[in-house]
């Protein structure tokens, strides 16, 4: 990332940094990050997508979404679309039901098509990085951190908050990045690993 910067401007620099710092972030390397963080997109910048290519379709779409359901999204994100219902602006699905014809399933929606682009980086997603290292790293500017939090939550018609801690951001992140490849990630840093103790914590 930092040899990448020599050939970066404006919007594309502002890319790079935001990869970097969120894999400061994924490495536990906070104080770096935050350092990183105010280089990051703003919510000027388009979001950075990964665009259909005939030899490699969404993969969302062919393995959680109408080309084939191997996997379903978990429960949770019915009861935060029944909590609060702009929650829908970002977290998209149907329900289907199973071969018994009893269990009805959540289907991802947010890749409706095998040629649906997936984003890689967002300006939210940058926004709730900055909220989460201010309270990691410099609490004083908690002020900051809310603002932040909630600017995201604006984007999407999602009333404002006036208190987050390091567990809602982990909740805001799951709304926010579902469906992006993040959840396992976060799990792992905020220690929220959905499987027994001893159990792997990686994908192979």
Partial sequence: FLEADKYCANA????NQSFLCKTLIMAGRYKE???VVGNTMIDADKPFILKYSPELGN???TN???GRMQWALADRFQTYTSKEINDTN???FETVNGISGTKRWLRQMLYPTISSPMTAMSWQECYLMYAELILRVAPSRYQDALDNFNFVRDSRFVPNTDDITLESIYVERDKELNCTGNRLLDQRR???WH????TWQYLP
């Fill in 195 to 198: 499987l027994p103790a001893g």
């Fill in 59 to 61: 993969s969302w779409y």
């Fill in 190 to 192: 905020f220690k929220h």
């Fill in 12 to 15: 594309e620099y502002r890319i």
């Fill in 64 to 66: 959680a979404g109408k």
């Fill in 33 to 35: 990050a935050y350092d």
């Fill in 90 to 92: 970002r977290i998209k």
